[in-house]
């Protein structure tokens, strides 16, 4: 293949597809040092079947003119080696699938070798894999999701791979997998209002609360916004609402919503803060699931200004656990402790919990967590950073049990 370019800025880059898969690798189009200075670029290698089909010219990045391309020079496929041409990730974020230059040889081991998955920060075990109806493809099942922010490389260094023509895949190093997961907002994390996905009668305005920006406003029963985002963690979260309301306060509805289903989270009351630029944080518990999903804010009572969100991990459930036989309150760890500790309790059965701390004289300090839970084994953090040295009680309430227990905030 041929190409003949010009450009004036920065390289190019493109690959060919046939019948919608890669059959080469990427291509670099030079800086040729102006719109109408051309240049030929050739690469060679290039493997196209016999027959009808649909030939595509894949430009990843732009800025370059084409004239024209040529194909040309043919030789034998056995000549050339056997080679793994890109990786992207498909739509589930669960999996990958790697495009070859030639036909890979049926059957596959049982587990075949050599293949590793890493990210930027952990390497990633492949589940499975299973070579798709073209012949061309392998796709490899991971054994956790990756997402839309993740830079992920994928590696071979092996002898189980080989194409139908009996050549060994030749090993690579850390090839860039093409990641074309939707751009989805992370929990946990903090989510700006204006930065919606979509808009349902909200209206935006500049706001003077610190960092700038816009707020969600004049809003209206019924009123929403959406926000594509990627929940890291199943667990209970903080939800804190950064509010603004002149005269009656307001109530939304949070929801997460896939493709089956729409469930009610939680509803939070927001009150008057005497002005539609007097801002003040509102914070409510909830229990969020591992996954991908549309996060929407449905106003089931108007007059409120919305800044943004804030999403903070503090409980979680390990995975596989036993149900536990009783419920229990544990000693909180450290003990006396500085800034802050863990609560940790257990629940035999699903149940309301309220876990409330105290101070020496009876007077409710902090609530910390106020929400349903299921059964299971959990932990709740508390900062107790802006509080003063001295005794501290904490009272875990659970259905009909209850239990308190004392600890030392010692500065």
């Known amino acids: 293949f041929s190409f003949r370019i010009a450009s004036a800025t920065a390289a190019g880059r493109l690959h060919v597809e046939l019948d919608d898969r890669s059959i080469s690798a990427g291509i670099t189009l030079k800086n040729t040092g102006g719109w109408q200075n051309w240049s030929t670029v050739t690469t060679s290698g290039i493997i196209l079947e016999q027959g009808r089909h649909a030939l595509k010219l894949y430009f990843e990045t732009g800025d370059f003119n084409m004239n024209?391309?040529?194909?040309?020079?043919?030789?034998?496929?056995?000549?050339?080696?056997?080679?793994?041409?890109?990786?992207?990730t498909r739509g589930d974020g669960k999996s990958l699938m790697a495009s070859f230059n030639k036909k890979i040889a049926e059957p596959l081991p049982a587990a075949p070798g050599g293949f590793s998955v890493r990210t930027a920060f952990k390497a990633i075990a492949v589940?499975?894999?299973?070579?798709?109806?073209?012949?061309?493809?392998?796709?490899?099942?991971?054994?956790?999701?990756?997402?839309?922010?993740?830079?992920?490389?994928?590696?071979?260094?092996?002898?189980?791979?080989?194409?139908?023509?009996?050549?060994?895949?030749?090993?690579?190093?850390d090839l860039r997998v093409q990641n074309r997961l939707e751009s989805r907002q992370a929990i946990p994390g903090q989510l700006q209002a204006e930065n919606f996905d979509a808009n349902n009668g909200f209206q935006?305005?500049?706001?003077?609360?610190?960092?700038?920006?816009?707020?969600?406003?004049?809003?209206?029963?019924?009123?929403?916004?959406?926000?594509?985002?990627?929940?890291?963690?199943?667990?209970?979260?903080?939800?804190?609402?950064?509010?603004?309301?002149?005269?009656?306060?307001?109530?939304?509805?949070?929801?997460?919503?896939?493709?089956?289903?729409s469930k009610k989270i939680h509803s939070v009351t927001f009150p008057v803060t005497?002005?539609?630029?007097?801002?003040?944080?509102?914070?409510?518990?909830?229990?969020?699931?591992?996954?991908?999903?549309?996060?929407?804010?449905?106003?089931?009572?108007?007059?409120?200004?919305?800044?943004?969100?804030?999403?903070?991990?503090i409980t979680s459930v390990e995975e596989g656990a036993e149900i536990p036989?009783?419920?229990?309150?544990?000693q909180n760890y450290p003990n006396p402790f500085n800034a802050s500790?863990?609560?940790?309790?257990?629940?035999?059965?699903?149940?309301?919990?309220?876990?409330?701390?105290?101070?020496?004289?009876?007077?409710?300090?902090?609530?910390l967590v106020k929400e349903q839970y299921p059964a299971g084994q959990f932990e709740i953090k508390w900062d107790a950073s802006h509080y003063s040295s001295g005794l501290y009680f904490y009272t875990l309430q659970a259905g009909d049990f209850r239990e308190t227990r004392k600890t030392v905030v010692q500065k």
């Open 204 to 261: 935006l305005e500049n706001t003077t609360d610190s960092g700038g920006g816009q707020n969600l406003g004049y809003s209206d029963v019924g009123d929403y916004a959406d926000y594509r985002v990627t929940i890291k963690n199943a667990g209970t979260y903080t939800v804190d609402y950064r509010v603004a309301s002149e005269s009656s306060g307001g109530r939304i509805d949070l929801l997460l919503i896939d493709e089956s289903d």
């Open 325 to 330: 036989l009783c419920f229990k309150l544990t």
């Open 274 to 313: 005497g002005g539609w630029q007097t801002w003040r944080t509102v914070s409510q518990s909830a229990i969020l699931p591992e996954g991908r999903y549309t996060l929407r804010l449905k106003v089931t009572q108007s007059g409120f200004n919305l800044n943004w969100l804030r999403f903070q991990f």
């Open 68 to 88: 024209f391309f040529e194909v040309f020079n043919p030789s034998p496929p056995e000549e050339q080696p056997f080679k793994c041409l890109a990786a992207s």
């Open 341 to 367: 500790t863990t609560i940790r309790f257990t629940l035999p059965t699903s149940c309301e919990v309220t876990c409330t701390v105290y101070n020496i004289l009876g007077k409710t300090v902090e609530t």
């Open 127 to 173: 589940n499975s894999y299973e070579i798709d109806a073209s012949g061309y493809q392998l796709l490899m099942t991971l054994a956790e999701p990756v997402f839309y922010e993740d830079r992920i490389y994928i590696s071979y260094n092996g002898n189980d791979i080989k194409a139908v023509d009996a050549t060994p895949l030749v090993s690579f190093t």
